[in-house]
């Protein structure tokens, strides 16, 4: 037996480690954590000191056993979980369960190298309790508002299923944002002004554009000015070179790698954090749970390397960047690669597109300022006291960006072209000036990634929260991601062009919007209960001001039971008043209006089985009529016009030969009627909205596919691709084999290119599936799948146990775990 074992929380990094570490180290993993509280108890001694009552959770006995057999029969036992304050108390939490002395080691590192290692192994210490009583505080806290604030919505909000909500600290606060934010863009009044931009005809053919630096109020004040420039003369009369500069952004922290990961990659904050742990565990990059932008020594003397190999000195430019928010908790580095000079990280493409963003940016840090040329021409008009300006911007040096630029959430990248060459007194020859009107614009929904920056700029949560937040409250389904479709609308544009001043009217799409964030009626109805009755629980400034405490207790300035104590006496006593009244929530039906066809009025109502709106009250002599909201669609906002388009399905939408179209909403989305037969439309198709050329498409593609002729998609092997509609989405169809479209691809205008794109991929994807396959005995395999690897008997799955290495299972070992 090793003299030395050493304990990580995850199995991939033990592999990492154990091939840096020599012979006298066997490397284990917990993972993840081996003690929690209880399930179904609140497991928390309230008259006692907030004492916890820590157990070990069923799943991890096996692992507890094991890791108790291997620690006794080493000499010295290292704990070696993750440099933050969830990894201190999985190392407490490990020592507890297992036994194990005060004076354990423990031994920390923000990278998986060897020399990292190594410079561990002869810097231990002990295990930091400030560290491990303030993740302990988070813990119970949390448990105490979830556990007592809970059961009071049970009882007191009566819409759906109230046994399924729930309340949490982090994640209430979360939804109040953007409860808070819809509000702001429903209550948005869109104000019209006009923008005067002007297009003038140089010499050889050149353009200069130029605007107003101003918008005009009304129409009658952009016509007034459109009038006065008839007959005008438009003349240069400064020209002003400025010298400017861009500097990079600082390198990643963990909440700007999931903002930026979300902009450039579309990743969820979710997905960030997990392929950036597959590649720290994998020693790629160093520890991505960190609220610093400072970067080692080391890594500077890397960085600098790099840069002059590969693009030259004069790109150099050491910055040693100071992290902005005060609430920092350790002296970490910023996110980082481990080699700077490795550039292919993984054959995962997820994994490789989020290493070149991380490696980008840290480069990109260190790199010189982009150097440019700015240029302002103010030109005169010989009618009026009013000036156009035009505005160009040349780059001298490209710097850093000849590696990287920042995305932006939410706006237009500030770009400008260059100027034409240009002379102060020059006469400019104008082609038009137009007028456009513009409309003003609500604050954007949030996304995922402009949710945390909200979060973070409020001191709300830390690096290890945003990404459970995010996943809790769409998961309870208080928040939904989705997109939006704009709508149109009209606009005007005034346009004066060889002294003839013309009008017309455009149309514009606007409004639309992809992966925000949206409440659902129950986080509104849920979030105003919480606001009206436990305003502690979802107040910004407060909840900051518990994570300050946190930091606090971490750096051994407060004892963590007083800091629980403080909130929950009152808390508990807030949860006694109003268990104690009479007060029931419930989401009030709104009347919208009469309905046309039968001047009854109509609801829109939240009930059992979700929001609907209802024509007219339940009589002895009629029923009401029902319908339920589509995805998105809010009691508290939706129109009277939006509530009576919803009875119109089923409709019509024409002939198909000579027998009626219908479309309707079914279990598995929207589908047309044809001769009696039903043929699933995408689900991302209208069916408020579809038009009959697209469900004759729909119905012509499926009887190809019912025919065989391959009408639709042709013939693969010689034998026929088809499409259809199932309880997981659309999909194709070959050789009795089903394969999915990817999320956005239409089912009724997917091409036969990409349908055997799809069935490739997936045949790769299945060959890479078997881990092992056993010649005495083919109904046995050792497979990967999306959960973990696993033992498949026939027909049945076993759960691999995960201490076990599944490329080692015998046949023997598989019959055994099937229980044959």
């Known amino acids: 037996m090793s003299k030395n074992l050493v304990i990580v ?16 180290f066997t490397v284990k993993s917990s993972f993840g954590h081996v003690r929690d509280l209880p399930d179904k108890d609140l497991g928390v001694d309230v008259k006692n000191g907030y004492e916890p009552a820590y157990e070990v959770s069923a799943d991890k006995t096996k692992v507890i056993n094991e890791l108790k057999k291997l620690a006794k029969s080493s000499d010295e036992v290292w704990l070696a979980t993750d440099d933050d304050r969830e990894g201190e108390a999985i190392s407490w939490h490990l020592k507890e369960a297992l036994g194990l002395p005060k004076d354990t080691k423990r031994i920390v590192f923000r990278e998986i190298t060897k020399t990292a290692l190594q410079k561990a192994i002869q810097n231990p210490r002990l295990i930091d309790m400030d560290l491990v009583n303030a993740q302990q505080a988070r813990r119970v806290l949390d448990r105490l508002v979830g556990y007592e604030l809970s059961p ?13 909500l729930s309340a949490g600290r982090v994640q209430s606060v979360a939804v109040r944002l953007i409860v808070d934010r819809e509000r702001e863009v429903e209550a948005h009044e869109s104000k019209s002004s006009f923008k005067v931009v002007a297009k003038f005809i140089l010499e050889g053919g050149k353009v200069l554009e130029a605007e107003l630096p101003k918008n005009l109020e009304t129409e009658a004040q952009a016509r007034a000015f459109l009038e006065k420039c008839i007959g005008a003369t438009f003349k240069i009369k400064n020209l002003e070179v400025k010298p400017g500069k861009k500097s990079p952004a600082p390198p990643f922290t963990t909440s700007t790698l999931q903002q930026e990961a979300s902009r450039k990659l579309s990743f969820s904050v979710s997905q960030t954090m997990t392929v950036a742990q597959k590649l720290y565990e994998a020693g790629k990059i160093s520890y991505m749970r960190t609220d610093s932008t400072n970067l080692s020594e080391e890594a500077l003397q890397k960085a600098t390397d790099q840069i002059n190999s590969e693009y030259g000195e004069k790109y150099h430019q050491k910055r040693v960047f100071k992290t902005k928010s005060e609430s920092a908790q350790e002296a970490h580095e910023a996110i980082r690669p481990t080699n700077f000079g490795e550039l292919k990280a993984s054959s995962d ?20 300022d982009a150097q440019l040329e700015r240029t302002i021409a103010t030109i005169t008009i010989s009618t009026t006291s009013e000036e156009l300006v035009a505005q160009g911007e040349v780059i001298k040096f490209d710097g850093f960006l000849k590696v990287y630029l920042e995305s932006k959430d939410d706006e237009e990248e500030d770009t400008k072209g260059m100027l034409p060459p240009l002379n102060i007194g020059q006469i400019l020859n104008l082609d038009f000036l137009k007028a456009t009107e513009k409309f003003s614009r609500p604050k954007p929904r949030y996304t995922e990634a402009s949710l945390v920056k909200q979060l973070e700029e409020m001191g709300i949560g830390r690096p290890s929260t945003y990404a459970p937040t995010l996943s809790t409250i769409i998961k309870r389904e208080y928040v939904v991601k989705q997109d939006k479709k704009g709508l149109e609308r009209d606009f005007k544009e005034l346009i004066l062009k060889q002294n003839q001043l013309k009008e017309s009217v455009g149309k514009e799409n606007y409004g639309a919007e992809k992966a925000k964030l949206f409440p659902t009626n129950t986080g509104m109805v849920v979030n105003d209960f919480l606001v009206e009755l436990f305003p502690n629980v979802v107040d910004f400034s407060f909840t900051a001001n518990v994570e300050k405490e946190f930091d606090e207790i971490a750096e051994g300035k407060l004892p963590w039971q007083q800091m629980i104590d403080g909130f929950y006496q009152g808390f508990h006593q807030k949860i006694g008043e109003v268990e104690g009244s009479k007060v029931l929530k419930r989401a009030e039906a709104r009347e919208l209006g009469l309905d046309p066809k039968s001047g009854k009025p109509i609801f829109a109502k939240i009930g059992k089985f979700g929001p609907y709106v209802q024509i007219g009250e339940a009589t002895e002599d009629a029923k009401p009529q029902y319908a339920n909201l589509k995805k998105g669609q809010l009691v508290e906002t939706i129109t009277l016009e939006e509530a009576i388009e919803l009875f119109s399905l089923p409709r019509e939408v024409g002939f198909f030969e000579d027998k009626p179209m219908v479309v309707g909403v079914g279990k598995y989305g ?3 009627k044809h001769d009696d037969k039903f043929y699933s439309l995408d689900r991302g198709d209208d069916p408020y909205t579809i038009e009959a050329e697209q469900c004759i498409g729909a119905i012509r593609l499926k009887r190809g596919d019912l025919a065989g002729e391959g009408e639709g998609l042709g013939f693969l092997e010689e034998k026929p691709i088809t499409t259809g509609m199932g309880k997981y989405g659309p999909f194709i169809k070959h050789d009795d084999k089903y394969y999915s479209l990817p999320k956005g691809m239409s089912l009724q205008r997917v091409t036969r290119e990409e349908a055997l794109e799809i069935i490739q991929k997936k045949r790769e994807a299945e060959s890479n599936k078997v881990i092992r396959e056993f010649a005495e005995n083919a109904t046995v395999k050792v497979l990967r799948g999306p959960y973990g690897p ?10 691999i146990p995960k201490d076990t290495d599944p490329a080692t299972l015998t046949l023997e070992d598989c019959l055994k775990l099937a229980g044959a």
């Open 9 to 24: 929380e995850s199995p991939a990094k033990a592999k990492t480690i154990e091939g840096y570490l020599g012979a006298d």
């Open 152 to 164: 009071v919505l049970w009882r007191k909000i009566k819409i759906g299923n109230s046994s399924a």
């Open 349 to 368: 493409r997820n994994e490789q597109r989020l290493y070149e963003l991380i490696w980008k940016r840290s480069i990109a840090s260190q790199m010189a």
């Open 670 to 672: 929207p589908y047309v």
């Open 790 to 799: 696993y033992v498949a008997v026939g027909k049945r799955n076993i759960k």
